[in-house]
């Protein structure tokens, strides 16, 4: 039964992959690093550092990634366009890399990132922006870190 909740959940991320985020999701501006916590769907475009905390509860995607490290266990596929799908993921997650695209999924998503790109999050969580703190709104916002900026 696991195994297919599992399963479901894995499918859910590769549906909801063609989903564009909502055009009317609030911005704000950053400088490189931030702390996310939260429920809900997370998508990373950039280049730089993500570290993953995964708690078995959601689906993680990797795409572009120059290095991919997973300690941990839960179920992972290594699809053909080099894209890596984790579902139930208990462990860590690093991945480092110039064309990085992460998405997650899931009841716990928590993650700290780092370097050049934009961060979308949709649900309900909070986040902290280079030691500032914000709510994630339910419409979704869009977050810019750009280290050149700091």
């Known amino acids: 039964m696991k195994g297919k909740i599992l399963v479901a959940a894995a499918l859910m991320l590769v549906l909801i992959l063609g989903l564009v985020p909502g055009?009317?999701?609030e911005q704000a501006e950053?400088?490189?690093?931030?702390?996310?916590?939260?429920?809900?769907?997370?998508?990373?475009?950039?280049?730089?550092?993500?570290?993953i905390s995964g708690h078995g509860a959601g689906t993680v995607m990797v795409k572009g990634a120059e290095v991919l490290r997973a300690q941990g266990?839960?179920?992972?596929?290594?699809?053909?366009?080099g894209t890596v799908l984790f579902a139930g993921w208990q462990g860590h997650i690093h991945v480092e890399g110039g064309g990085l695209t992460v998405?997650?999924?899931?009841?716990?998503?928590?993650?700290?990132?780092?370097?050049?790109?934009?961060?979308?999050?949709?649900?309900?969580?909070?986040?902290?922006?280079?030691?500032?703190?914000?709510?994630?709104?339910?419409?979704?916002?869009?977050?810019?870190?750009?280290?050149?900026?700091?």
Not at 40 to 50: A, F, T
Not at 73 to 81: A, I, K, T, V, Y
Not at 109 to 115: D, L, Y
Not at 117 to 136: A, C, D, I
């Open 23 to 25: 055009a009317q999701a």
């Open 30 to 51: 950053g400088t490189g690093r931030i702390w996310v916590k939260g429920v809900g769907y997370v998508e990373i475009n950039g280049r730089g550092v993500v570290d």
């Open 73 to 81: 266990q839960g179920r992972r596929w290594d699809l053909p366009d």
């Open 103 to 150: 998405r997650m999924l899931g009841g716990i998503i928590e993650f700290t990132a780092a370097g050049k790109g934009s961060l979308f999050l949709k649900g309900t969580g909070h986040y902290r922006l280079n030691g500032q703190p914000g709510v994630w709104p339910r419409d979704g916002i869009w977050l810019e870190l750009d280290p050149d900026n700091s």
